[in-house]
């Protein structure tokens, strides 16, 4: 085990939320607005993490992953599904032949609260079971506390275990409360060897929140300019409409620049946001709103 | 071995065009001296145009004030002061200026348009600060109007008369609400003259004044450059002159006025320090840095023109300044996504050039990121300067433009000698997370306004004014209503 000391980079809270504000009343039209819709449809890992997920439920999921809206042509697919560690096999079963990628929760979400042991088996269970991408919870408890040292090791013994796929950390930044945190845990992570660092579980409320989202952007963005790797973000939780969406990538291409707007660098967390970004689209193109009873709802 | 990378950016052309629509303003071809509540041709019969400085167009023509039309303005202000104004109720003359507060609310759209359109500020500034900063002012010191006695505890106040105002180009409607509204609530009239090259949103005012019912004379506005108003500050019935504008400008209307018993208030240049300490918030003080230098062209008197940064993250904050110069969208002031519009005329552009030109010839290293200027119009791409002294010229001399000197430093003593080492003292800002500094330094240094951890803030109850040649007396909160009252 190594000893992990923090860097401390102050966050000054008003400035953040001055600069979202900022960020946000970027007008988005015509084309501009069409490639941001498609981008953010491309963009999005379609979730669903309840205790009451079944098979069929989650196999209606991913039907609809990779049929969003067969009516209309040229439409790009999501990145990926996001599941619990048990529905792995019937998502990979489902999604075979696609380039939908598989991405399970694991280390005990939401709450984190187990052995590291335990964390271990779990995500070497989702990775013998093949998902391209492992979404891990770090500790909160421990990171609070200032135990930096264990909260490093664990995120580093998860990547290890990950082996070929993906490791997705989710800070819970609504237990972290400040930004200082955020910072904080952002650059752990990172330097623990986070492919992605992502802000929420989506069961604590505020889930992503913008100046969170700004912060850990500019985290990654310092962090690149350090070392030269390249770490992906994702915010999650509470992102619903097209609208935020498209902010959120205009937040990405001046934070980070367009090299950023890829699904292999940013992801957006989300089980409804899909359907919103169709009927903005379809919009569009045909001048009018559909009821949304035109959007399936899997 | 850590490599260092480069972002990518280009935000120029990654937006589809968004222009705010024009449709719903209105605009004269030529406008009248607005004089005794009446849109009058001027007795010379001379107009000049005004132009829109993003395209070289004309949008108007307005006359240019002689000496009789000055006469006449000052004449109706004087009527208005003995006869109405100042044996009004001050309750009465509250509501009066409530309701120019309440209209221009109403009318914020169409003022936030014309100001982008005569003077080439982006329309997100236009309709986020100057038109709604400028109803605040009038609301604030609407407020006053009938409790001037509270003001000044323990004195009564008296109002001087009739009070000439000559106002800039840079915040047109906002400089001429910071004069009018305090001017009115503590009882005195006005004639105001706009700068020469952004006159429509001050005509558009005296719509706004006429339909306000405020009784005629009480607001004069006459349209002309520096001759009318040099008439405006020499005329014998002006009791009072408030001026803000160029050092130059300013030293002559002291020389002018010394001796005549006028009250004046002077609010001049400045080349504010920005203060960066390594424990600051980088990324927040990086966007300060944006918001003190490019706001609004830099054509701004307390910009943040000088920076300092401590050395020990000089690297870092510079690389950072210059990818958010890359994120910096430049064109069309009407675009709702411009960041940087236009020059506000050819006279400024070509000052902004001489100086650059200089800050090259003095050895600095000059940074403009990639971007294309629109052909037509008066354009120039936001500028920083590193590695310059106290001793250039760039450094000590207001450039009224968008171009940055970055100086570095090493202690807290070093950067408050250099902060306080210009002729000027009008503003100032630190960025840092210690409390206990930030007090240290915003004391020490001599400049009306100092802010901390922020930049460009500003509120109608917040005074704001220079030391040194960067002027005299205060605009805005209690301070300002001191400049327009006597105290007995």
Known sequence: ?298 | MSKSKTLKFDTGGAYSPAPESTDHIQLKDRYGLFIDGNFTPSKAGKYFDTINPANEEKISEVPEANTKDVDSAVQAARQAYEKVWSKMKPSERGKYIFRIARLIQERAREFAVIESLDGGKPIRESRDVDIPLAAAHFFYYAGWADKLDFAFPGCRTKSLGVAGQIIPWNFPLLMAAWKIAPALAAGNTVVLKPAETTPLTALKLAEVIREADVPPGVVNIITGGGETGKMLVKHPDVNKVAFTGSTEVGKFIMKTLAGSGKRYTLELGGKAANIIFEDAAINQAVEGIVDAIFFNQGHVCCAGSRLYVQESVAKEVISKLKDRMNTLVIGDPLDKNTDIGAINSRMQLEKICEYVDIGKKEGGSVYQPSCTLPEKGFWYAPTLFADVSQSHRIVQEEIFGPVLAIQTFRTVDEVISKANNTPYGLSGGVWTDKGSKLFKVTKEIRAGVIWANTFNKFDPSSPFGGYKESGMGREGGIDGLHSYVELV
């Open chain 1, 1 to 298: 085990m190594i000893n992990y000391y923090p860097r401390i980079y102050p966050i000054d809270q008003v400035g953040a939320e001055e600069r979202v504000s900022r960020l946000f009343s970027r007008s988005i039209k015509k084309e501009s607005k069409i490639r941001a819709l498609k981008l953010a449809l491309s963009m999005i890992d379609l979730t669903t993490l309840e205790g009451k997920d079944s098979l069929g439920k989650v196999r209606q999921l991913c039907y609809k992953a990779a049929h969003l809206h067969d009516q209309f042509s040229n439409l790009p697919q999501v990145a990926a599904v996001c599941v619990y560690p048990n529905m792995v096999d019937v998502a990979k079963k489902t999604l075979e032949g696609s380039s939908i990628k598989i991405a399970a929760v694991a280390t005990a979400f939401p709450s984190g609260m187990t052995t590291l042991e335990a964390k271990l088996n779990e995500v070497k269970s989702v990775v013998d079971a093949g998902v391209d991408e492992v979404d891990m919870v770090m500790s909160r408890g421990r990171f609070l506390q200032g135990d930096y040292s264990y909260v490093f090791d664990e995120v580093a013994k998860v990547k290890n275990t990950c082996g070929q796929a993906h490791l997705k950390v989710i800070l819970e930044t609504g237990e972290l409360v400040t930004l200082d945190n955020v910072r904080k845990a952002s650059d752990l992570a990172m330097d623990a060897g986070a492919d992605f660092i992502k802000t929420s579980t989506g069961k604590v409320k505020p889930a992503a929140t913008p100046p969170v989202v700004l912060v850990m952007l500019e985290a990654i963005r310092d962090f690149y300019k350090r070392t030269g790797k390249i770490v992906g973000m994702k915010p999650a939780g509470g992102i619903s409409t097209a609208k935020l969406a498209i902010q959120y990538l205009v937040m990405v291409r001046e934070t980070l620049g367009k090299e950023w707007l890829t699904p292999d660098r940013f992801r957006f967390g989300a089980s409804s946001l899909a359907n919103d970004i169709l009927m903005q689209i379809v919009k569009q193109s045909t001048g009018v709103y559909q009821s949304i009873n035109y959007f399936s709802i899997d």
